[in-house]
């Protein structure tokens, strides 16, 4: 039943990318040329990343608002200190420890002080942020090395090599999660915290794995995001919780925890590129963007806890809901 | 828990309104007051204090709005775009020569509506109030940059400056506090929001209306970013479509430092502006010593992880150590 569940919500979503191509391909003539889907491939990359770093974490029954937050910082360490002449290399490694670093802060605030993940989160969002714009005061930053910034240009079978990042790391969290023991504890952790605790599974660990993880792949994103656009941004992913949420969620992923996919996100955040790709195209007011995005956030977890409530009121269903609690992952 | 339950509406006198976690705000208060006073020539003056009180009315009144709906377990993160959506759409009718008490009147109606939206979709969608606030948030300010264009409204007569002269905005935050005071200690719906917060099923088996009071409670914040909004075009004298930016955050940050508990079921609105006090302090002072405007943010969210963090060493919840 939840297999039949999961694949009917990718199916929806193909089907809504589907439809997408097709609705865009008639009102643009600009719309299906490579130019315009590797553009659109490459535009998706980072926030893609962003999604497999919540999903990750809503998995776990977690928030994590502050991934934005720490793609920013990432993208200025990674500048300021390409600045100061450090050799590349090391300002990499930098820029994604830098996000381990944060994912670990978040993760003690979390497991050793009990705070709620969400609160904390905004809390840390704001702080990085107000550390990036106090790094940059406002400023871009450019002069990073060309050889780096022209992984931008690079395609591998004509795939930006962005793109192709973004889908391996998918597989990789993809197989961590479905196809590992640690990743099976991250679902059932999310599943159910007490049970897992009391099972013997050092839930902490798993939390701390989780947002270190999550920060590590939100500095990787910041990273891509510089590749992107060649230059550093303070604003880099402002707008990222709103887009990682919304599309997370309706790749089937729930904030619950102990239920999501990476695939599904990925399949979120595509149908969002798309939809975003088409107002440009169409020379729409980007701000329609976001009221958008609010809409289908809300539509989507409207109408799951619409077809929730329904669930509960025909008993003839009542196996479906004994089959959420997940014995398999026992 | 006894603090933050009182049982039944006897007078207490003083212990009632001043719980015990609004005591050692009060001496952060009275701290960062002498320390500033000592670090910087001009703190200590009536002058700056009239300017402080200025600054933190406009968070303060959304704060008293948040309070109430964090208070009941829930999360407003919409209340700066309602601020500026009210603002800018019934500012239109300024341009179109509406009088003064239409135009106030069909900005509060635009926070009533927004907050309700806001309340309605909380109680019918079993989904975090989070989420949904993040959704609106996000609706009522792209709605707001599509009809404004971006553009600023300049040119306001001086009448709708009253409202913001001097002391005045003080005042109304002052009148706000007392009448909010006064519905959470003193009526049976601001008692029920301590037990919804607290454990909404026994609240909803005990007779509380826990969904009707939701809603109210966002209306309320609605309401009261919208009046926060009357009194910022007051005080600025236009009205720009960026208006009421990060306000949820100073808002939280005022509210959780003011020792509401963000699991909810515990607060106080004169904590909430003991907390907006101490933030208008530290920001003032912080501005005055010249430091980056930059670092507001940072120092916004570290007081809020103390904050939270003092909360939740109070709470301690005994189920299991989850680390």
Known sequence: MNISN???????????????????????????????????????????????????????????????????????????????????GLVLFISLLVGLGVGAFNAFLIVNLRLQPFIVTLATMSIIRSIVYAMLKGSVLTGLPPGFLDLGYFYIFKIPFLFIVLIVTGIIISVLLKNTIIGRKIFFVGGNEKTAYLSGIHVGRVKYLVYCLSGLISAMAGIMFVIRIRAVIPDAGLNAPLEVVTAVLIGGTTIYGGKGSVFGSLLGILAMYLLLNGFSLLSLNPFWEVIILGLILIVVVGQKSISESLRRLFPSRKTERQVQVKPETV | MNTTLHSGYRKKGLKEYFQFREIPILFYIIFIVIIFSILIDGFFSIKNFENISRQITTIGIVSVGMTMVIITGGIDLSVGAILSFAINIGGLGISLGWPIPVVYLVMIGLGLLLGFINGFLVTRIAVPALIITLGTMNIYRGITMVITRGIYITGISSSYQIVGEGLLPFMFFLIILAIFVFITLRTRFGRNLFAIGERGESALYSGVPVNKYKVITY?????????????????????????????????????????????????????????????????????????????????????????????????????????
């Not at chain 1, 990318?17 to 003539?29: A, D, G, Y």
């Not at chain 2, 430092?257 to 933030?279: A, D, E, P, R, W």
């Open chain 1, 6 to 88: 999961k694949a009917k919500t990718f199916l929806v979503l193909i089907g809504v990318n589907v439809t997408i191509v097709i609705l865009l391909t008639i009102l643009s003539p600009t719309f299906i040329t490579y130019g315009n889907i590797s553009a659109v491939m490459s535009r998706m990359s980072e926030l893609g990343m962003l999604a497999i770093a919540e999903t990750i974490v809503f998995i776990s029954g977690g928030f994590d608002l502050s991934i934005g937050a720490i793609m920013a910082l990432s993208g200025a360490v990674c500048g300021m200190l390409n600045a100061i002449g450090l050799p590349f």
């Open chain 2, 219 to 323: 209306v309320l914040s609605g309401f009261l970013s919208a009046f926060a909004g009357i009194i910022l075009v007051g005080k600025s004298g236009f009205i720009q479509p960026q208006a009421g930016m990060g306000y949820e955050m100073g808002a939280i940050a005022a509210v959780v430092i003011g020792g509401t508990s963000i699991f909810g079921g515990s607060g106080s609105i004169l904590g909430t502006f003991l907390g907006s006090l101490f933030m208008g302090l530290i920001l003032a002072g912080l501005t005055m010593l010249a430091v980056n405007p930059f670092w507001i943010g940072f120092i916004t969210g570290f007081l809020i992880l103390v904050a939270i963090a003092v909360d939740s060493l109070r709470h301690r919840r005994k189920d299991y150590s989850g680390g």
